[in-house]
């Protein structure tokens, strides 16, 4: 518990030399650029005469950004406000309420831990602590979930349930805009659902270390709640570029197994987290797995003799060794899957 960067940081007024990236990893002091053209894609509009122009603006971003942001997407302002509060209300209580959920054993089903779950063999560190926990079914993990605060259970359990209607809405509307059939994304490519809660807390030298290093995520799409306080910056055209928070809105992006699913005609975007000298910020981020033995290849739909499939046949359980293995390096996790150089 004494690890996690929350529990000593508070009073912190420079950065411990294990927290010092190498100089080519390093965010440096320069102001990186928001991204003003990251659509924004109103899911108000899939159910009017708009919905096929909807389908084309998250295919298009997709491609060349993997990542977009959404609003008016049917999660109520006061579920993401207690969502945000609890999330916040965990990281702050006493380390001893927080104690028992201390463990970097990824088979258990709730652990809270900092940095990596290689903590104790890493060089350098990153500036985060970490709850995660699987979200469905509900009823089969729920109780494995932290007991305080008091209200976690309640408040997390109707948050990832309408997180998950979420996630299953754009994965239909990404299914129908590539020409599969509908309910593609069900069943097993989608069953897994968890609960990732990132917190940065103030840091004493931002332009030094990170709150994540650049990669792509290993799901088949992320859902992060981002707040009202910047961090996440996106790598695109050889820029690093930052992401604004926008009220209410979540940010959608593009995991590997939709890149190979869609045989390349979407993309994860690689990505990372700098931190904040002024304020803690607290982000959860839902990601949306296949099962652990679930075949991922090329949808048969965009497998011609005109576009040859780009990546063999893989179980799930098997690219995440991988990309475990890998530190989650985006190109050493999917190259060896790649059919075509």
């Known amino acids: ?49 708009d919905r096929a122009e ?3 603006k998250i295919l298009e971003a997709s491609w060349e950004f993997g990542f977009f942001q959404v609003i008016n997407h049917g999660v109520s302002d006061d579920l993401i406000n207690e969502g945000r509060s609890i999330f916040s209300e965990f990281f702050n209580m006493p380390a001893e309420d927080k104690a028992s959920l201390y463990s970097t054993d990824i088979d258990k089903s709730c652990i809270l831990y900092t940095s990596n779950l290689n903590y104790d063999i890493e060089e350098v560190h990153l500036w985060r602590d970490n709850l995660r926990h699987p979200c469905h079914p509900l ?8 007991e305080k605060p008091t209200k976690y259970r309640e408040v997390v359990g109707a948050f990832s349930v309408e997180v998950r209607k979420l996630s299953l809405k754009i994965l239909d509307l990404i299914s129908e805009g590539l020409g599969l059939e509908q309910g593609f994304f069900g069943g097993e490519l989608s069953k897994g659902q968890l609960m990732s809660v990132n917190h940065y807390p103030r840091c004493p030298d931002p332009s030094l270390t990170l709150g994540l290093p650049k990669h792509i995520d290993p799901c088949l799409i992320a859902v992060l709640l981002q707040g009202d306080v910047d961090g996440l910056q996106v790598y695109k055209d050889g820029q690093w570029l930052g992401v604004e928070p926008l009220p209410y809105a979540f940010v959608i992006n593009i995991g590997h197994q939709l890149e190979v699913i869609s045989n390349g005609k979407l993309r994860g975007a690689e990505h990372r987290v700098v ?50 293995a890998a530190n989650g390096d985006p190109e050493t996790a999917l190259n060896p899957y790649k059919l075509q150089a």
């Open 139 to 146: 009823e089969e993990y729920v109780q494995f979930w932290p």
């Open 54 to 56: 909807t389908i084309q």
């Open 1 to 49: 518990m004494e690890k996690l960067v929350s529990s000593w940081s508070i009073n912190v007024q420079s950065l411990p030399e294990n927290y010092v990236r190498p100089p080519g990893q390093r965010p440096g002091k320069l102001i990186v650029p928001s991204c003003k053209s990251l659509p924004v894609v109103d899911l108000g509009k899939a159910t009017s005469p």
């Open 275 to 324: 931190t904040n000298p002024r304020e803690a910020r607290t982000t959860p981020t839902t990601f949306i797995n296949p099962s652990p033995d679930c075949v991922i290849q090329p949808a048969e739909a965009l497998v011609n003799a005109s576009n040859p499939p780009l990546y063999k046949a893989f179980k799930f359980i098997d690219y995440f060794k991988t990309f475990t």
